[in-house]
């Protein structure tokens, strides 16, 4: 079966050693996500439903890479640090699924990796759709006989040949 991972591209994926979502055939799991900012911060410190469309956002963007979109949600894990706001959390799951709501949990946790997030969140999807197909590979160009990659994935299992007898240095 097919196996995709989709890495959006924190430093945390190469820190860790994860991948924002994975599709092996018709399922996705996608990590847990916390309400990033983008550059580096939580957006909307404190306020748990705009955190909970931001987590739902970045879920979304990984599922649609993916060949699917929240639609095809199947099950959501809601880790929240303040159970006391579980209200403006599910207001805002509730306006993504109310017309096909998925399996779902929240569950009160200790802390978040910075204070100021109240909340992550899980997702699992099936989609039976094919994925969208893998883009072909970036052609090697080569310099003194090294080949050069232009965009290096840290994930990736191939790497550069030997280098040949032909190589000044």
């Known amino acids: 079966m097919a196996t995709q991972r989709f890495f959006s591209g924190t430093p945390w994926e190469a820190t860790v050693g994860y991948c924002r979502a994975l599709r092996v055939g018709p399922q996705i799991f996608v990590s847990g996500t916390a309400p990033s900012d983008g550059q580096g911060g939580t957006h909307a410190p404190g306020d748990a439903y705009a955190q909970t469309k931001r987590c739902f956002e970045i879920?979304?963007?990984?599922?649609?890479?993916?060949?699917?979109?929240?639609r095809d949600v199947v099950r959501t894990r809601?880790?929240?640090?303040?159970m006391g706001q579980w209200e403006e959390i599910a207001k805002a799951h509730h306006?993504?699924?109310?017309?096909?709501?998925?399996a779902s949990t929240m569950v009160e946790i200790a802390g978040l990796i910075n204070p100021d997030m109240v909340?992550?969140?899980?997702?699992?999807?099936?989609?039976?759709?094919?994925p969208p197909s893998t883009p072909a590979p970036i052609a090697h160009r080569t310099i003194l006989g090294r080949p050069i990659d232009p965009l290096p994935n840290?994930?990736?299992?191939?790497r550069p040949p030997?280098?040949?007898?032909?190589?000044?240095?």
């Open 95 to 102: 306006e993504l699924f109310a017309g096909h709501p998925p």
């Open 154 to 158: 840290p994930y990736s299992a191939s």
């Open 59 to 70: 879920i979304e963007t990984a599922l649609v890479e993916l060949g699917a979109s929240l």
């Open 119 to 130: 909340i992550e969140i899980e997702v699992e999807a099936y989609c039976e759709s094919a």
């Open 78 to 82: 809601m880790y929240v640090t303040d």
């Open 162 to 169: 030997e280098l040949d007898e032909g190589c000044l240095d």
